[in-house]
Nanobody, 129 residues
Framework: QVQLVESGGGLVQAGGSLRLSCAAS????????AGWFRQAPGKEREFVAA????????YYADSVKGRFTISRDNAKDTMYLQMNSLKPEDTAVYYC??????????????????????WGKGTLVTVSS
Protein backbone atom coordinates (compact mmCIF):
# COMPACT_ATOMS: atom_id res chain seq x y z
CA GLN A 1 0.00 0.00 0.00
CA VAL A 2 1.02 3.62 -0.43
CA GLN A 3 1.76 6.02 2.43
CA LEU A 4 0.96 9.69 1.99
CA VAL A 5 2.41 12.66 3.89
CA GLU A 6 1.23 16.22 3.37
CA SER A 7 3.27 19.37 3.97
CA GLY A 8 3.17 23.07 3.19
CA GLY A 9 0.24 24.21 5.27
CA GLY A 10 0.35 27.35 7.36
CA LEU A 11 -1.13 30.78 8.01
CA VAL A 12 -1.61 33.17 5.11
CA GLN A 13 -3.53 36.38 4.55
CA ALA A 14 -6.51 36.52 2.24
CA GLY A 15 -5.36 36.96 -1.33
CA GLY A 16 -2.12 35.14 -0.68
CA SER A 17 -0.77 31.85 -1.95
CA LEU A 18 0.42 28.51 -0.59
CA ARG A 19 1.68 25.33 -2.19
CA LEU A 20 0.88 22.02 -0.58
CA SER A 21 2.90 18.88 -1.25
CA CYS A 22 1.98 15.24 -0.84
CA ALA A 23 4.89 12.81 -0.70
CA ALA A 24 4.10 9.19 -1.48
CA SER A 25 6.06 6.11 -0.50
CA UNK A 26 5.66 2.37 -0.43
CA UNK A 27 4.28 1.78 -3.91
CA UNK A 28 4.68 3.20 -7.40
CA UNK A 29 2.84 6.50 -7.13
CA UNK A 30 2.33 6.70 -10.87
CA UNK A 31 -0.11 3.79 -10.56
CA UNK A 32 -2.47 5.86 -8.40
CA UNK A 33 -5.01 8.49 -9.24
CA ALA A 34 -4.68 11.11 -6.52
CA GLY A 35 -6.27 14.22 -5.19
CA TRP A 36 -6.93 16.67 -2.40
CA PHE A 37 -9.84 16.96 -0.01
CA ARG A 38 -10.40 19.38 2.84
CA GLN A 39 -12.38 19.61 6.04
CA ALA A 40 -13.19 22.89 7.73
CA PRO A 41 -14.03 23.04 11.46
CA GLY A 42 -17.55 21.81 12.04
CA LYS A 43 -18.07 20.86 8.41
CA GLU A 44 -17.98 17.69 6.38
CA ARG A 45 -15.03 16.74 4.25
CA GLU A 46 -15.22 18.12 0.71
CA PHE A 47 -13.45 17.43 -2.53
CA VAL A 48 -10.93 19.97 -3.83
CA ALA A 49 -9.10 18.55 -6.86
CA ALA A 50 -8.02 15.28 -8.47
CA UNK A 51 -5.41 14.23 -11.01
CA UNK A 52 -5.00 11.16 -13.17
CA UNK A 53 -2.08 8.73 -12.90
CA UNK A 54 -0.12 10.43 -15.67
CA UNK A 55 -1.13 13.94 -14.67
CA UNK A 56 -2.73 14.64 -18.03
CA UNK A 57 -6.28 14.91 -16.67
CA UNK A 58 -7.42 17.07 -13.77
CA TYR A 59 -10.75 17.71 -12.10
CA TYR A 60 -11.69 20.53 -9.73
CA ALA A 61 -14.42 21.55 -7.36
CA ASP A 62 -16.24 24.63 -8.60
CA SER A 63 -15.27 26.50 -5.45
CA VAL A 64 -11.55 26.38 -6.33
CA LYS A 65 -11.60 26.34 -10.13
CA GLY A 66 -9.38 29.08 -11.51
CA ARG A 67 -7.60 29.60 -8.18
CA PHE A 68 -6.07 26.21 -7.37
CA THR A 69 -3.88 24.03 -9.59
CA ILE A 70 -3.17 20.36 -8.96
CA SER A 71 -0.07 18.74 -10.42
CA ARG A 72 2.20 15.77 -9.86
CA ASP A 73 5.80 14.74 -10.44
CA ASN A 74 5.85 10.96 -10.65
CA ALA A 75 9.64 10.91 -10.81
CA LYS A 76 9.59 12.43 -7.31
CA ASP A 77 6.49 10.50 -6.12
CA THR A 78 4.96 13.82 -5.18
CA MET A 79 1.71 15.65 -5.82
CA TYR A 80 1.15 19.38 -5.39
CA LEU A 81 -1.67 21.82 -4.86
CA GLN A 82 -0.88 25.41 -5.77
CA MET A 83 -3.41 27.65 -4.06
CA ASN A 84 -3.72 31.27 -5.18
CA SER A 85 -6.13 34.06 -4.28
CA LEU A 86 -6.87 32.35 -1.00
CA LYS A 87 -10.04 33.23 0.88
CA PRO A 88 -10.93 32.81 4.56
CA GLU A 89 -13.42 30.11 3.53
CA ASP A 90 -10.48 28.04 2.25
CA THR A 91 -9.41 27.52 5.87
CA ALA A 92 -9.39 23.77 6.53
CA VAL A 93 -7.28 20.70 7.08
CA TYR A 94 -6.20 19.54 3.63
CA TYR A 95 -5.85 15.83 3.00
CA CYS A 96 -4.00 14.03 0.26
CA UNK A 97 -5.68 10.89 -1.08
CA UNK A 98 -4.84 8.22 -3.62
CA UNK A 99 -6.28 5.06 -5.10
CA UNK A 100 -5.10 2.82 -7.96
CA UNK A 101 -8.60 1.89 -9.14
CA UNK A 102 -9.61 5.18 -10.76
CA UNK A 103 -8.87 5.98 -14.38
CA UNK A 104 -8.66 9.41 -15.95
CA UNK A 105 -12.28 9.02 -16.96
CA UNK A 106 -13.51 8.36 -13.44
CA UNK A 107 -12.08 11.27 -11.47
CA UNK A 108 -15.61 12.48 -10.79
CA UNK A 109 -16.16 9.25 -8.84
CA UNK A 110 -12.83 9.73 -7.06
CA UNK A 111 -14.20 13.11 -5.97
CA UNK A 112 -16.92 11.40 -3.96
CA UNK A 113 -14.17 10.31 -1.58
CA UNK A 114 -15.93 7.43 0.12
CA UNK A 115 -14.40 4.93 -2.28
CA UNK A 116 -10.81 6.19 -1.94
CA UNK A 117 -8.59 3.85 0.02
CA UNK A 118 -5.44 5.77 0.96
CA TRP A 119 -5.26 9.00 2.93
CA GLY A 120 -2.66 11.21 4.55
CA LYS A 121 -3.05 12.73 8.00
CA GLY A 122 -3.61 16.25 6.74
CA THR A 123 -2.02 19.70 6.89
CA LEU A 124 -3.75 22.79 8.27
CA VAL A 125 -4.27 25.84 6.10
CA THR A 126 -5.50 28.99 7.80
CA VAL A 127 -6.46 32.05 5.78
CA SER A 128 -6.88 35.25 7.76
CA SER A 129 -9.12 38.10 6.62
Amino acid sequence: QVQLVESGGGLVQAGGSLRLSCAASGRTFSSYAAGWFRQAPGKEREFVAAISRSGATTYYADSVKGRFTISRDNAKDTMYLQMNSLKPEDTAVYYCAADPRYSSGSLSRFAIGSGVDYWGKGTLVTVSS
